[in-house]
């Protein structure tokens, strides 16, 4: 009989594995920040503001241009975004120009990129089309 690759037949406790893992696993804290930001990245409107902002610093109604969406709608995405330190705000007058925070978005942003061009999303399980067939015929 063949069991599935997430099956484990025999359950053994690497104890100094496990010990190595936990000491390098980040504070409860931590995981909590990381999971808000990625909740936040999870929002295909906030990814093209995100998206947008990699070609430098832009105004809201540019932003809202390039996200096809309401000036209103993108100022609510950059409020949600300012506040969990992914972008920052610079201010001329009475124009706001926003940009990311830093390198560590820019370089997640481009990881992410980078990944979904590796594998067309078509071909993963989870992606088949409705009604259970895929492309492949």
Known sequence: MITGLDDCSVRVVDRERVATVVAAMPSDDDIAGLADVFGLLADPGRLRVLVALLEGETCVCDLAAVART???????????????????????????????????????????????????????????????SDARG
């Not at 001329?92 to 390198?103: E, H, I, K, S, V």
């Open 70 to 132: 309401s000036e209103s709608a993108v100022s609510h995405h950059l409020r949600l975004l300012r506040a969990h330190r992914v972008v920052q705000v610079r201010r001329a007058g009475r124009m706001a120009y926003y940009r990311l925070a830093d390198a560590h978005v820019r370089l997640l942003l481009d990881v992410a990129l980078t990944h979904i061009g590796h594998a067309p999303a078509a071909s993963h399980p989870e992606h088949a089309p409705a009604g259970g």
